[in-house]
């Protein structure tokens, strides 16, 4: 979940609570323990775009030193069970019972600790109108297929505000980014969706329609705007009662929601998990998913069906079956070499279930946000291009460098992402060197060797690893230049954490 505080600073705070706590047991132990940890305890959370008040309850039940409880907020809950000693304690979820989840001391009254480790928490007791209310359980529907859409024959391509923005977007910032999507060429590269991830939503009026909060007073006015680009515009939303950041999501009310974007004009879905764990598990991911796959549907209006699942119970084998057209493999992408290779490595045993209209997805790009190399950056689009992944972009397209511009706009990678047959590359390693193998629609083959290692390498293609008896002509899509095979091979130095990139034709 993407909504986590941070907080190591607490370190400092809490050794001196913890003298606070060495007083209170020397001098005042009777009563200390005598107060004990059962019961409600609160913390107020930040305000939402939407005016909710975000908070933090645990409810505890306390028999000698052993600890139950449930720990909640607007958009998560965790079971949680551990022991007391004193008026310290531990609690530990059943998915991690070897690591606290929550640790800290009663001090005076109040809870003081740290949630996984990291989130400072000083919370007061409070009473059952503090408590979350429990959510209703509504059974997911009996499968059936959802027709497909006929949309995504290609990977999608366009841009998301999360990965730069996460809550910070807004009306005015999609409309200076859609007019970027035209005036850098990105729109003319292929990139047509512009996409609104979380903290958009407002709350539900009195007939259950969700409205869009203070930073989207007209989503139907930003939707015609986006549209006068040339452009398609993207929403967000999750099947539990809440997103990742908090807001009403879309538990109880799909079909309503869909005829509401459907209305204001969407064109694209991305449905995040999140909360619906809460009430789900994993074992309905399928059904839930349909429920809204179906809806989509029903409102007549084309509308790109993206699942945000992590990969969850084998999506690949389920996701057409919902109406989805492309389907989450990973968990969120980071701004890092580590996690980049790690997620495009998690569309390996992926790959016989890509093809039009439905595709495996390692999350959206990083490219242009400053934290990997241009050489990173480089081998970032061929392999998102080589596992025939969506594009879609996560920088500031307003104000990119000439070599982002450059990476993103490459037509000759881009071609190798969109090319019609669909195929998801397939890699083969040898030390440091990675080579990935895509064949295209016309016969040829995009090949991609990656250097994992730390420094240069030398590089050799084959063509007899390419399936090919000979080769008619080669390409390095990066120097836009043709390249001579001699003797059935082509060599060439490989910079670290770089790429050579050829599409070559037998």
């Keep these: ?28 132990a009777i009563s200390c323990l005598a107060q004990g940890l059962a019961g409600i305890w609160v913390q ?27 720990l909640k907020s607007l958009d998560y809950g965790v079971e949680l069970k551990g022991t007391a000693t004193g008026t310290h304690f531990e609690l530990f979820a059943a998915w991690q019972p070897g690591t606290p989840y929550f640790t800290g001391y009663l001090v005076n009254g109040e809870l003081h600790g740290l949630e996984r480790g990291r989130r400072p928490v000083t919370a007061k007791a409070g009473t059952a109108a503090d408590d979350i209310p429990t959510v209703s359980y509504i059974d997911p529907p009996a499968l059936k297929t959802v027709p497909d859409n006929g949309l995504a024959k290609t990977p999608p391509m366009g841009w998301n505000s999360w990965n730069l923005f996460a809550g910070k977007i807004d009306d005015q910032t999609v409309r200076t980014m859609a007019d970027a999507m035209v005036s850098s060429g990105m729109r003319d590269a292929g990139y047509v969706y512009v996409n609104i991830d979380d903290t958009w939503e407002g709350v539900r009026d009195a007939q259950g329609n969700l409205q869009s909060n203070h930073k989207f007073p007209d989503m139907k006015a930003l939707a015609d705007y986006v549209h006068s680009k040339g452009l398609k515009l993207g929403i967000y939303s999750g099947p539990g009662p809440r997103t990742c950041a908090g807001y009403p999501a879309s538990y109880g009310h799909e079909e309503q929601d869909a005829k509401t974007w ?3 004009g969407v064109d694209y879905l991305k449905y995040d998990w999140c909360s619906a764990r809460n009430i789900y598990k994993n074992d309905a991911l399928q059904p839930v998913y349909q429920k809204m796959g179906a809806a989509l549907e029903a409102t007549g209006r ?10 969850w119970g084998e999506v690949e084998k389920w996701g057409p079956a919902v109406g989805g057209n492309l389907w989450r493999t990973t968990g969120d992408i980071r701004d890092s070499w580590d996690s980049m290779i790690g997620n495009v490595e998690k569309q390996v045993p992926t790959a016989q279930y890509a093809g039009p209209g439905h595709w495996n997805d390692p999350d959206m790009l990083e490219i242009g946000n400053s934290h990997m190399t241009d050489d990173e950056y480089r081998t970032h689009m061929s392999l998102w291009a080589l596992v025939a992944s969506p594009l879609l972009a996560g920088n500031d397209v ?51 060797v990656v250097n ?29 230049a043709d390249v001579k095979f001699a003797d059935g091979a082509y060599a060439a130095t490989v910079p670290s954490h770089g790429v050579l990139l050829l599409r070559v034709s037998k």
């Design 452 to 480: 994992l290692g730390a420094a240069a390498a030398q590089a050799t293609v084959k063509a007899s690893d390419l399936g090919l008896s000979s080769v008619k002509s080669a390409r390095d899509l990066w120097a836009h």
């Design 1 to 28: 979940m993407r909504n986590e505080w941070s907080g190591m600073r607490v370190f400092g705070a809490m050794r001196a609570r913890v003298a606070g706590v060495v007083l209170c047991v020397v001098v005042a």
């Design 262 to 264: 459907a209305a204001w």
């Design 44 to 70: 107020p959370g930040r305000t939402l775009d939407n005016g909710e008040q975000q908070k933090w309850v645990l409810v505890l039940k306390q028999n000698g030193s052993d600890l139950t409880g449930t």
């Design 302 to 311: 084309p509308m790109v069906y993206s699942l945000c699942e992590y990969g």
């Design 398 to 448: 307003r104000s990119m460098t000439d070599a982002t511009k450059a990476i993103l706009m490459n037509k000759e990678v881009i071609a190798v992402d969109q090319d019609s047959l669909g195929k998801q590359a397939s890699p083969v390693k040898n030390g440091d060197l990675e080579t990935w193998v895509k064949p295209l629609a016309d016969g040829s083959v995009a090949v991609g």
